[in-house]
């Protein structure tokens, strides 16, 4: 079969993307080639020890396993940071064939029959092959699936696995009831023999990728400073608490799993008395409950996942045992509530449970995974083996009930009583998956950053753009007027604004031109009197100075005249109007020539109406402000004119908003109006552009939002009522899907490229604008977090953008957005924005 069609046939059963059919199939073989023979050898040593020491001799046996897997973890760390983890994924399957066969000899001697230390180590052996080569296989997915991927495919994944355990169950029980169980163990070897090649060609395929690198962190410190112990994954569980969380719902799982599995072999030594019998019942058993975990698996995993989420697939199997147990208690017990209760434990186990358990770990930085996840699987699951091995102990002893090697014997009242405490545990199971999932949140914003912030905030915050302008007015006007030049100096003495490095900056650029006076202004030219820039006097004595004679009524009347005489002139007066201008801006507000700003702020020189702009500004006289709001229209006035009014502030709202409102004015300058009332940024600002939002008028609805993004982002106690934004934000996606559908109507050729541009520019404001409106009902930074990082284009970041999404929305939202970003075909992306917009909702 083709890649082609490989990927046509998977494409029916499970949601996957061209690309990632060979790595899911051989995925999906390596874990069917681990669980067949897993099931058949747990099959094997169970219905041994049953048979052999009775359910009497499982605590014990949980106790060796678990001393023995902490050995192994303590070599295993040892060597795991000397080996790639091809190398040693090779090398156990490699020791588990070799090894089986010798105990599969020894089995078939006198000795090996009778030997009960042999079932032990039998035992032993089996727990270790199980958590090693499962361990292994979910390094593997962990790293190379991210969190979206996973959700799609790990239900696959594991579906191989489960369809290998109906696989080994169904061997097992028909080659008992055959009488050719002798056949059984080879055969798991054979198949763990297979299971090489598959791990082999993972580890081509992965190589062979282009995304390769991304899961292969680079070592950047030699191998001597990167060695791993014990202690070392000891540590960083115990100072993560999500990963203290995912350790705890291990243990409580494992206490659970093994308390369930007592009170199944209870009831199955109960009801048989041969080693034949009960080995073909567990075979049995295993395929029908793989059966039913398969189907789980790989028809409702991943939409669990996917419409669900992670949190309510971990309540899942607490929630389902916690019922069983209750049926526990309540019906009599027998085979029927025991193969219910292990049957639900199972297949949720290997299915739903294990799989969201997995995904937990993929957001975890790969150092930390790299330390913690082998430590959890393989240490503190075994650790939680001995616990609940010493709790039936505990618990057996705490009922008076009989105790032989200190385990407690068969006894279907400790196996139904035994349902109490497995109700304690389950409740410390829904507990912290609760919590689970809020660090689980937390831990997927850590993998993504803001890539960048808003360039008007960043320029606001780092850099004073009036009185950099004003040092930058006052070099320019020393080639055009000496007048203009002194009063520039002297608005940065007044403002003490005018520093040693200013003064020298201002020095070189004037190239040693020397400032003349503000003689003009009095009548007095040649006047000396006004300091050169590196005078030594007193600042607070010169500025009280200028402040009396300006204040002289002579003064003010003769300045009235010569803005009469001057104003009267032809356009060549330009120099001298803004003189007039400047100067009326150093007055006082009830100044006599203050009333000749308004001709001036209408002046046809932009350069006069941006003197007279800023003069205004200083004043905040209200009768100025539509004079200024009329020139934003103009590009050469328009940020003096947004400079003023914002300093005008409060004041200045009223008359903005009648502006605004009113759809006679041009574009340009409502558009400017909003930039006014953005820059303004008060409650009372952001009402009217609320309400203006709120218009079935669309001519306004970017320059808004960004406005209101602005002030959200700088006042985050200013907010936009979620109802006005959701509406908002259905109806840019309304348009934001039609504008999609229609590019996909557009002709390939140059003669239609202006169009499809047209519509591509459109689609990127409007996905822009439906994020910026999602940030004011859901938590701002992760919207900004998800937006840029889905920008950004890399996969993982796009990966985990779209996963804090999922995780963030709610789901009547997270139905519409979610596929507005995920990666599709565009002739399904087309299908899904026609059934939106075909059963769009209304609010």
């Known amino acids: 079969m083709g890649k082609n069609r490989l990927y046509q046939f998977l494409s029916r059963i499970v949601d996957i993307k061209p690309g990632e059919e060979t790595l899911a199939v051989l995925l999906f073989s390596c874990f069917f080639l681990i669980t067949s023979p897993h099931t058949i050898i747990k099959a094997l040593r169970y219905a041994d020890l049953l048979n052999k020491e009775g359910v009497g001799g499982l605590p014990i046996a949980y106790l060796c396993a678990a001393v ?25 399957l490699a020791f588990f064939i070799i090894s089986g066969l010798l105990l599969h000899l020894l089995f078939q001697t006198d000795a090996g029959r009778d030997s009960r230390f042999l079932s032990y180590f039998y035992w032993v052996w089996a727990s270790v092959l199980t958590i090693v080569l499962m361990t292994h296989f979910w390094l593997i997915v962990n790293e190379v699936f991210n969190p979206r991927e996973a959700k799609r495919l790990i239900g696959f994944c594991g579906g191989g696995g489960i369809l290998g355990g109906v696989l080994g169950g169904l061997l097992t029980g028909f080659l008992t009831k055959s009488n050719q169980a002798n056949l059984l163990l080879p055969l798991a070897c054979g198949l763990l023999f297979a299971c090489i090649f598959v791990v082999r060609a993972i580890f081509i395929f992965r190589q062979k990728q282009p995304s390769f690198a991304k899961h292969t962190p680079p070592k950047k410190e030699p191998p001597e400073t990167q060695k791993v112990g014990f202690k070392d994954s000891f540590n960083a569980v ?42 073909a019942f567990f075979g049995l058993f295993y395929a029908g409950s ?29 929630i389902t045992l916690f019922f069983c147990s209750l049926g526990v208690i309540f019906a009599p017990f027998g085979m029927l509530p025991a193969i219910f209760i292990k049957g639900s434990d199972e297949s949720l186990g290997f299915s739903l449970n294990q799989s969201a358990r997995e995904i937990l770990y993929i957001p975890v930085a790969s150092e930390l995974k790299f330390k913690a996840k082998p430590f959890i699987d393989m240490f503190i699951s075994r650790l939680a083996k001995v616990l609940a091995a010493i709790l039936l102990l505990i618990f057996a002893l705490s009922l008076n009930k009989e105790v032989e090697y200190l385990t407690p014997i068969r006894d279907p009242e400790l ?85 040693p490095e200013i003064k020298k900056m201002i020095s070189q650029k004037a190239a040693e031109v020397t400032v003349s006076s503000l003689g003009d202004l009095f009548n007095a030219e040649g006047a000396s009197w006004f300091p050169d820039i590196d005078d030594d006097i007193s600042q607070e004595d010169f500025i009280s100075d200028i402040r009396e004679i300006m204040s002289f009524d002579v003064y003010q009347q003769v300045m009235k005249l010569h803005a009469e005489q001057v104003m009267e002139e032809s356009k060549e007066s330009k120099i001298d109007k803004m003189e007039v201008a400047k100067a009326i801006g150093l007055m006082d507000p009830n100044a006599p020539l203050v009333d000749k ?56 709202i009223s ?59 700088e006042k985050p106690d200013i907010q936009v009522p979620a109802k006005v934004a ?62 840029q990082n889905l920008k950004t284009g890399a996969p993982n970041s796009v990966a985990y953008a779209i996963e804090l999404l999922d995780n963030t929305l709610k789901k009547d939202m997270k139905n519409i957005i979610l596929p507005l970003v995920e990666d599709m075909p565009s002739s399904d992306r087309r299908q899904k924005f026609q059934k939106i917009l075909r059963s769009f909702p209304e609010i």
């Open 68 to 92: 023995a897997t902490g050995l192994v973890v303590f070599f295993y760390s040892k060597i795991h940071v000397r080996s790639s983890n091809q190398l040693l994924f090779i090398a156990s």
């Open 238 to 279: 115990r100072k993560n608490n999500y990963l203290l969380l995912i350790a705890a719902i291990v243990v409580v799982t494992v206490i659970v799993s093994t308390f369930i599995d007592f009170q199944f072999s209870s009831a199955v030594k109960y009801q048989y008395s041969s080693q034949e019998g009960m080995q």
């Open 290 to 318: 793989l059966t039913f975990a398969f189907f789980l698996s790989i028809f409702l995993t991943s939409n669990f996942l996917k419409n669900f989420g992670i949190r309510f697939t971990l309540l899942l199997t607490p």
């Open 415 to 499: 196996a139904k009583d035994l349902s109490w405490a497995l109700i304690g545990f389950l409740i410390l199971w829904i507990i912290f998956s609760l919590k689970i999932n809020k660090e689980y949140i937390s831990t997927i914003k850590q993998n993504i950053k803001i890539k960048w912030g808003r360039a008007d905030k960043d320029v606001t915050e780092k850099l004073d753009v009036d009185y950099t302008k004003l040092v930058f007015d006052a070099i320019e006007s020393k080639s055009r007027s000496s007048v203009l030049y002194a009063m520039h100096l002297f608005d940065l003495l007044e403002r003490d604004k005018l520093t």
């Open 597 to 652: 700003l308004e001709a001036l702020i209408y002046d046809d020189s932009p350069e006069v109406s941006c003197y007279a702009i800023k003069s205004a500004a200083r004043l905040k006289k209200e009768a100025h402000i539509p004079a200024i709001i009329h020139k934003l229209s103009n590009p050469l006035t328009h940020e003096d004119a947004i400079s003023a009014l914002k300093t005008y502030g409060l004041s200045a």
């Open 655 to 713: 008359i903005l908003e009648k502006y605004l409102g009113e759809s006679r004015w041009d574009i340009e300058l409502r558009n400017a109006v909003v930039e006014v009332l953005a820059r303004i940024g008060t409650q009372e600002a952001a009402r009217i552009l609320i309400e203006e939002l709120d218009q079935k008028t669309e001519e306004l609805d970017t320059v808004i939002i960004d406005a209101l993004d602005r002030i959200h982002s």
């Open 726 to 787: 959701k509406r908002k934000t259905f109806s840019i996606i309304k348009r934001y899907c039609q504008t999609f559908i229609d590019l996909q109507g557009v002709k390939p050729g140059k003669k239609n490229m202006e169009q499809r541009h047209r519509l591509e520019r459109n689609m990127g404001t409007h996905f822009m604008n439906i994020f910026k409106l999602l940030g004011f009902y859901y938590p701002h930074e992760d919207i900004v977090k998800a937006y």
